[in-house]
């Protein structure tokens, strides 16, 4: 196999994963932080279950005639991920939604506004 | 099979099910009764796992076969003697913080909301118990993220609406940690197609002269020192201590970011080993000067700090320095230090943050958002409430590392690391950014002291059941100054038998 296309599935996992960090770090806009945060865990699925995978591998169930199978361990170990992904993709759109309460906006900037100005109201110095 | 063989399991078990038990039961009293119940059990179970380990040959450590299947290819528990000691500290400062929760909580959070914060608690205690106990590299990360979402909706429950702000932006960056950490297990894994800690290591050898191996490593390290808010990476720390319930904050900077300090130990003195850690890498050096940077630029960041808990979060970034800092030695007296700071420097800041929860409960009046313990409302707040305020002195004086308290001990051990090396100038730095610690510690005695108290204040004692708790830490923090053989001892066992492995 030429190496370009064995290298083809880490070329997409650092691509998504270098995606997802610009995104958390460049939007001001909590829901798309989150889209970022989902997109950073993503690309980690994909270099865990893409090796899983062996050419010419048949499921991992012995068989006669088998010799060659696929390892099942990441996508076990990817399926506890998943469920990790989307408790935290559900607490963050939680904590947006009361933020958006709290504050009536769900962009950074504004609500960095908002605290300052309350602080100065306070008398409170940083 | 008998109750002392399944300890182990017990340990994560009991805190875990206490969760969902108290979510089905509804009530703050019951799910008070439940968690406290529970955490104080886990304490008795951490106590039982300590002697177990005592009386095995030194190096050796209790293996637990999850469902009786053989490592590794099954999770296995594995208690030696460092993870015996992080169990103490962690569900001994649950057990006090849960006991001193009834009547701060109270005040701070929503009746309605009561049974949660335990169920919370509950899931966040069973979380960190079980990133020092399990032996397998994928089930630390699972344990980090249930501790950490666990924490999120902690921090989330205080009354202030910037509290929000602090759990968002911490689970931004503490799932971008964890994400670290998996990708770094992740390069770990395809090197040696093994989970298991011991076996990885082993495995490791074989394979160590690889890119991926290095990776990995810098993955881990980055993700884990997000975790344990290591200078640079800390942004997280000062709002989520802040705007946290009292409680949560008390336990939180006992425990969390000590968990994380002993996951990188773990990693690097047991799976990675020094050779590689050490060697290969600059990594010592960057250590050094990121933990140079968070002694002095933290510590002087707090001088400034106008907010009491805000001003000791950022004395928390300043105190892992010098965690951080004995671990860059790479040797049995620096490692030693870390890990006796992680114990001395857990208590005297759980006790600090326990008695800040009696100021803040003293000037709550009931159903009201609770006051920031701004300087401008601690004046004179030694007459109104002379125990709580010595206690904070007292704590605090540990922070600085006067002889004779637990602070001084740490202190010691790495002025010894770092003669051991040579490095005179380090011995300087040590003692002068002890002083940035006087300089904040002296900033709340004097307002606390010598300002005048507001016309017709009279006395004022946080209740009794906030009182015990905390005083209780700040004898420890004497305690443990003068009677060096608990703490320095284990430590000085563990160091020896993690420098020993590779060697």
């Known amino acids: ?126 | 099979m008998s109750l002392a063989a399944q300890l182990p399991a017990l340990q994560v078990a009991l805190p875990l099910l206490a969760a969902p038990l108290v979510v089905l039961l509804r009530h703050g009293g019951l799910a008070c009764t439940v968690v406290t119940a529970a955490a104080w059990a886990a304490f008795a179970t951490a106590l039982g796992l300590w002697l177990q380990v005592g009386q095995l040959d030194p190096g050796g450590a209790i293996s637990y076969q999850m469902g009786s299947w053989a490592p590794p290819w099954g999770i296995e528990y594995r208690v030696d003697r460092l993870a015996s000691f992080v169990l103490l500290l962690v569900s001994g400062m649950a057990a006090v913080v849960l006991s001193y929760s009834r009547a701060s909580v109270e005040r701070e959070v929503p009746r309605e909301l009561h049974y949660l914060y335990y169920a919370m608690f509950a899931l966040c205690l069973a979380g960190l118990l079980g990133i020092v106990i399990t032996g397998d590299a994928f089930n630390i990360f699972v344990f980090i993220e249930i501790s950490s979402l666990a924490t999120y909706v902690l921090i989330a429950l205080g009354r202030d609406r910037r509290a929000l702000t602090a759990a968002y932006q911490y689970l931004i960056m503490g799932s971008i940690g964890a994400t670290f950490i998996v990708i770094g297990i992740g390069f770990l894994y395809l090197m040696t197609g093994t989970l298991n800690l011991a076996d990885m290591a082993v495995r490791l050898r074989e394979v160590e002269s690889y890119r991926p191996v290095l990776v990995a490593l810098a993955f881990l390290t980055v993700g884990i020192s997000l975790k344990l808010a290591l200078f640079p990476l800390h942004l997280w720390l000062p709002n989520a201590y802040t705007y946290a319930p009292s409680a949560v904050t008390a336990f939180l900077a006992a425990t969390a970011t000590k968990v994380s300090v002993y996951v990188l130990i773990r990693f690097y003195y047991s799976v990675f080993g020094e050779s590689l850690v050490f060697e290969q890498l600059p990594l010592p050096r960057i250590m050094l000067w990121l933990s140079l940077m968070a002694m002095f630029g933290a510590s002087f960041a707090a001088i400034f700090k106008h907010n009491l808990k805000r001003l000791f979060a950022y004395s928390s970034v300043g105190q892992i320095g010098y965690i951080t800092l004995g671990l860059s030695f790479d040797s049995v007296n620096g490692l030693t230090a870390s890990i006796v700071h992680l114990f001395n420097h857990g208590i005297a800041k759980g006790a600090i943050f326990l008695l800040i929860g009696g100021i803040v409960a003293s000037m709550t009046t009931r159903d009201a958002v609770p006051p920031a313990p701004t300087f401008d409302r601690l004046a004179g707040l030694a007459k109104r409430m002379p125990l709580t305020c010595f206690g904070i002195v007292l704590a605090g004086l540990s922070l600085i590392g006067v002889p004779g308290t637990a602070g001084f001990v740490t202190k010691w051990y790495l002025i010894l690391a770092a003669m051991e090396r040579g490095q005179w100038w380090l011995v300087g730095a040590i003692v002068l950014s002890s002083l940035l610690a006087v300089a904040y510690v002296w900033r709340f005695v004097e307002v606390a002291y010598f300002h005048a108290a507001p016309a017709g204040s009279k006395k004022n004692e946080a209740p009794l059941s906030l009182l015990i708790p905390a005083w209780l830490l700040v004898i420890a923090t004497l305690w443990f100054g003068l009677d060096t053989s608990f703490t320095v001892g284990a430590a000085l066992d563990a160091a020896q038998e993690l420098v020993k492995i590779r060697r």
């Open chain 1, 1 to 126: 196999m030429s190496t370009l296309a064995g290298y083809f599935s880490y070329a997409v996992t650092i691509f998504l994963l270098v995606a997802g960090l610009y995104i958390i770090i460049a939007q001001g806009n909590l829901i798309k932080k989150l889209v970022g945060l989902s997109l950073l865990q993503t690309s980690v699925y994909l270099l865990y279950i893409a090796p899983g995978k062996l050419v010419g591998g048949t499921a991992p169930i012995i068989a006669p005639g088998q010799q060659i199978y696929a390892n099942p361990l990441p996508h076990v170990l990817i399926l506890t991920a998943i469920v990790v992904g989307v408790a935290t993709l559900a607490l963050g759109l939680a904590l947006a939604v009361r933020i958006h309460e709290a504050y009536g906006s769900i962009e950074e900037e504004e609500i960095l506004e908002k605290d300052n100005a309350s602080e100065d109201a306070e008398g409170v110095r940083a």
